[in-house]
């Protein structure tokens, strides 16, 4: 399997996971919380602030030629209105670093982690934020626009909209525990487990208060409201104008979580409903965006109730979702029939500890990508997630998504056979 020259073949990161001390962002401090649902704190991450050259290196010899990394927030602008020029010019070296080893940059300007003073506003469900996040996103293409070709605004625009669907899957589980727990004698350990989860909460809620001046702050990362939603969505526009009014010349888009839906016998109006929800009413705001940055990690069997478990017996990775590359190209075709722009996979990937799965899973997710190509979809590029094994949110750093394995006491950086496989692939 061959893909053209012009075909951006990559890996991807966010600053966050990997950069190490994103000390003024509003996950530093939540991952500090006394009572924080994160497993650990991501302290030093990978250390790639200081080891992009080793890492982009490894990339660039590896094959691949381009590199898909966020820009960080928190650092560019750390209390509101005052930007920092020592980050900028950070990641202005990022840039030329990469264009050295003949990789194409290619920035995100939010992924997930937002500057404390920003959630302190109001966060996500803020009107300012889309006033905020216009004037960040003018700052950075005033001062880079002129470095790089491809701009994704927002990772993952949607995550908020999923969240708030899991958390009403999670509210209904909750409610069902503690009427079994009510109505079943003697059986005490349930009633225990359901407390102490609530006096985390209560105790989160206070910290949360005491870092961010209110009980539930909005991060990008929270359940969002339909309004909050919307607004996302028109940060995202305006983002993209600022960005077009120095450098018309840049394409923008932003990202989306892409499941597979797949409805089995019953479960094609839930499939339906769900598919909506995650991706076809944004479509008015993003249809004329240049290209639309699709991540997709499995499938989703859907029954007439919503989401059902993946099927007996199958692989699962450490994630606990469905081993199943070939989702990948059935995003890709189903996206396309609505959204006629270019697309470029921004994420795809496998948490696992056997890197002979990895290989696999690239070599059949990236057959899918071919035949896409050769059907006439306009697929520009593939980044695989992640370059490096990195800092996964609330889970930590068991979740092993890396072409590249990282030592969580050194930070040596030792290759995977996968990201030899994935740069042999041009
Ligand atoms: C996010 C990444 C995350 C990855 C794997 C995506 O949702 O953009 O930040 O690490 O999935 O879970």
Redesign the pocket.
């Known amino acids: 399997m061959r893909f053209p020259e012009a075909f951006l073949l990559g890996a991807a990161t966010?600053a966050h996971?990997v950069e190490g001390n994103n000390k003024n962002s509003d996950y530093w401090a939540q991952e500090l919380l006394p009572h924080s649902s994160f497993v650990e704190p991501s302290g030093v991450a990978c250390g790639h602030y200081t080891r992009y050259a080793e890492d982009i290196r490894l990339l660039a010899h590896a094959g691949l030629n381009a590199y898909r990394f966020s820009v960080e927030w928190a650092r560019i602008e750390p209390e509101e209105g005052k930007f920092d020029e020592k980050e900028i010019e950070h990641y202005r070296d990022v840039i030329r670093c990469c264009k050295e080893n003949g990789v194409e940059p290619v920035i995100t300007l939010m992924?997930?982690t937002s500057p404390v003073w920003l959630i302190r506003k109001g966060g996500w469900e803020a009107e300012s934020t889309v006033e905020d996040f216009r004037r960040y996103a003018a700052f950075v293409a005033e001062k880079l626009g002129d470095e790089v070709k491809i701009i994704c605004t927002i990772?993952?625009a949607n995550m908020g909209l999923q969240l708030a669907a899991i958390a009403r899957r999670f509210q209904l589980m909750a409610e069902q525990a503690q009427k079994k727990a009510a109505s079943a004698e003697g059986s005490v350990q349930v009633g225990m487990n359901f407390q102490k989860m609530m006096e985390n909460m209560r105790f989160a809620a206070a910290e949360n208060a005491g870092v961010f001046g209110t009980p539930q702050p909005q991060i990008f990362v929270s359940s969002r409201t339909p309004a909050g939603d919307a607004l996302v969505m028109r940060a995202h526009m305006a983002a993209k104008a600022a960005v077009k009014a120095l450098h018309p010349e840049i394409k923008v888009g932003l990202t989306l979580?892409l499941h597979d839906l797949q409805p089995l016998s019953g479960g094609e109006a839930a499939a339906k409903k769900a598919w909506d929800e995650e991706f076809t009413h944004y479509l008015p705001y993003i249809q004329n965006d240049d290209f639309l940055g699709v991540?997709n990690?499995t499938r989703t069997l859907m029954g007439p109730e919503g989401q059902l478990p993946p099927p007996e017996g199958a692989e699962l990775t450490q994630?606990d979702y469905e081993f199943y590359p070939e989702a990948l190209a059935n995003v890709l075709r189903r996206v396309h029939r609505d959204f006629q722009g270019d697309l470029i996979v921004t994420?795809n990937?496998v948490a696992t500890p056997d890197d002979t799965r990895r290989a696999d899973f690239i070599r059949r997710a990236l057959k899918g990508v071919e035949d896409c190509i050769a059907d006439g979809l306009p697929v520009k590029g593939y980044f695989h997630?992640?370059l490096l094994d990195n800092f996964?949110?609330q889970k930590g750093y068991a979740m092993t998504?890396g072409l590249v394995a990282v030592d969580r006491t050194t930070l040596e950086r030792t290759p995977k056979e996968s990201l030899r496989v994935l740069g042999a692939m041009r």
Do not use: I, L, P
């Open positions: 966010a996971q992924h997930f990772n993952e979580s991540q990690y994630m994420e990937g997630w992640s996964e949110w998504f």
